[in-house]
């Protein structure tokens, strides 16, 4: 059984010290967040749900925190910008053993102290359906400088970084076994790292057009730039940079990266001509297609043959698709 509510935040707020941008944390009814003279700021929140985005049984209490906490880091990231404070709202059942909470806590405060964001707040409930946690994002971005989905333009390159797919591999792999049994490539889909230093770069360097985070996959988040630029998109299959299963070294099925999501790599478009970096702080940078005048999608296979690509990917609410 968790500790009382307030024995629970208390816990908390000694784990959680604020940073240099929190005026005041938890204790109050409202954290004072300081926002940097001449910045924007960026909010985000996201779900994590038992039995949708994580199962208890599959994935460890600590790598539910710390996905928590990368969802929301990775928009922050989409958009270039700079986390500030995240803000946590917990749900969870009686029956749900403190000891988990605290593996959960240590999961999300790591990657909070990595990332230098003071975990400035929050709510804590009981709540009989599972685990509910809410986790919200502060950041800031230079006023009129955050990278939006709608500027993309026709003829601009199309780039994703890191590889795609291993995420979803990784949880069709362990869904298909009796027992659960970890190797080190499954890494990317329990502690996935959010490229906040990468979206920072392509905002100071003025590299993208346009960006997105890659949660509900390649085809899905694609969609969203075509729609919010109003223009379509071509991408070639053979230059998508999949991620390798496991121990095994062998690349994922172009499918899961595509439709399968939570890889939390940046999508993002560059100006006709405009050098991007073939790497950025280390990580590969791939440039995949070409943005289009003609609404749609299409995907080019081997061959040359080319075909509609339907944004297939996690849309909650639609029936045949689930993590």
């Not at 809410?134 to 390159?157: C, E, M, Y």
């Amino acid at each position: 059984m968790p500790d009382s509510e307030k024995r629970l935040i208390q816990h908390i707020r000694r784990l959680a010290p604020v940073g240099p941008t929190v005026v005041r944390g938890i204790g109050d009814d409202c954290a004072v967040i300081r926002i940097p003279r001449g910045h924007e700021a960026l909010i985000t929140t996201d779900f994590s749900l038992e039995g949708i985005h994580f199962r208890r049984p599959l994935h460890p209490a600590d790598s539910v925190g710390h996905r928590c906490l990368a969802r929301g880091l990775s928009d922050i990231a989409a958009m270039g910008g700079d986390p500030r404070a995240a803000f946590l709202s917990l749900a969870a059942p009686r029956t749900l053993p403190q000891s988990w909470i605290n593996r959960f806590l240590a999961g999300l405060l790591g990657l909070a102290k990595e990332f230098a964001v003071p975990l400035a707040g929050g709510d804590i409930a009981e709540c009989s359906a599972g685990v509910l946690a809410d986790i919200a994002v502060f950041g800031s971005v230079p006023r009129g400088r955050a990278i939006l989905r709608q500027g993309a333009k026709a003829g601009d390159a199309i780039y994703v970084t890191g590889r795609l797919g291993g995420s979803a591999a990784v949880l069709d792999k362990l869904g298909s076994r009796s027992k659960r049994r970890f190797c080190r490539g499954d890494h990317v889909h329990f502690y996935p790292t959010p490229r906040v230093s990468i979206g920072r770069y392509l905002r100071e360097h003025r590299l993208a057009t346009s960006m997105i985070d890659i949660s509900d996959g390649l085809s899905t988040d694609l969609g969203h730039i075509c729609d919010e630029s109003q223009v379509g998109a071509v991408i070639t299959a053979a230059q998508i940079p999949l991620a390798q299963l496991g121990n095994e070294r062998r690349r994922v099925d172009l499918s899961f990266a595509l439709y399968g999501g939570e890889d939390y790599e940046l999508l993002f478009t560059s100006r006709q001509g405009q050098r991007v970096p073939a790497r950025i702080l280390g990580v590969p940078i791939t440039r995949v297609g070409e943005v289009v005048r003609p609404r749609g999608m299409r995907l080019i296979l081997s061959g040359g043959r080319m075909r509609q690509l339907w944004p297939k990917g996690w849309q909650h609410f639609s029936p045949g698709v689930g993590r």
